[in-house]
């Protein structure tokens, strides 16, 4: 056995992180498929509900993948990880 037995409450908030990755997933998807028809990045935050930063960081992203590169982001940056906490 391992140590601490996982409880009610630790499976809870592992099907609940798994779920909004899941979600997250999707705005991203979503955003690529406004990049792909030349939308504007405020209008793209504003539908997405999510900061023109973040849909700045994406499209960049999703530029240098169709160039070819190989490129991970962070689903969150480290600053906002810790403000949850």
């Known amino acids: ?3 601490p037995l ?4 630790t499976t809870d908030a592992r099907v ?4 909004q990755r899941g979600r997250r997933e999707e705005v991203r998807m ?3 498929d406004l990049f792909e028809e030349d939308v504007e ?5 504003r539908e997405l509900r999510v900061s ?9 992203a999703w530029l240098l993948h169709r160039m070819g590169y ?3 982001i962070p689903a969150r940056p480290a ?6 906490a």
């Open 1 to 3: 056995m391992t140590w």
């Open 6 to 9: 996982p409880t009610a409450r």
């Open 16 to 19: 609940e992180h798994h779920e």
């Open 30 to 32: 979503r955003a690529v």
């Open 41 to 45: 990045v405020p209008c793209i935050a």
């Open 52 to 60: 023109e930063k973040s849909v700045h960081q994406w499209r960049r």
């Open 70 to 72: 190989s490129v991970q």
């Open 79 to 84: 600053a906002e990880r810790d403000e949850e």
